[in-house]
């Protein structure tokens, strides 16, 4: 393996550590083949033994521990990642649940302002009704008035003919009373000086007598007799 001069040099001059930037032909360290002593620096020289050999081989231990802090640190942060993104994932549900509960709410309040249009309707549906009903109250209070107003007229017209009538009773002279006459002898036998057609009270083949009334008394001649089938007693005429 060859390992240019220069490039220690370089190395040398840049006063960086052999292990910090391998040679690019060996990849493990500085390869010493045919090299000048003069040509190494004090840093580099400590590390020759012989000029055909490999003066340096370095220890992978410091890159063991490197690798694995890093991978450790890679582990840390694959646990950060997860725990973010079941974070992520948390509030991914947590959008979705507030984002349900949105729609439902704001299908609640769809329905809310329907309902609340529907009565603000049926409400003005109302207004309209009772408008018409006042109207129609007052309609039938004028007619109501008018009606009141014709009876009192009525009422005035009835009293003053009442009155008229009693100054024109009061104004002519009343008929002397006339008596009546007896009330029972009546509703048999009829008015006075009509005689009944019949023989109902005094049986069959017999002829009713005559009676004369003078002013609402019974004047009777000939002999005293009772007529069958009454319960009073008559003066017969003849």
Known sequence: MWCLTEYIQDKVKANASPTAIPCPSCKVGFSIVKIMEQSVGPQIRQYLISPIRKVYIPDDNDLKEECQRVKDELHTSQIALEEAQGQIKTHQNRVEELSDMLRME????????????????????????MAQQQTSNAEKDAEIQVLKASLEELRQASQVRENTQSRSLQSFPQPPPQPDPDPPFQSQFGPPNQ?????FAFGSGQQMPEYKFVVGKEVARGPKSRARGTSRYFRAVG
Request: a neutral charge; zero cysteines.
């Open 106 to 129: 704001k299908a609640s309040r769809e329905v809310e302002n329907e309902a609340h249009r529907g009565r603000t309707d049926a409400l003005s549906q109302l207004q309209v009704a």
């Open 195 to 199: 005689l009944p057609v019949g023989t």
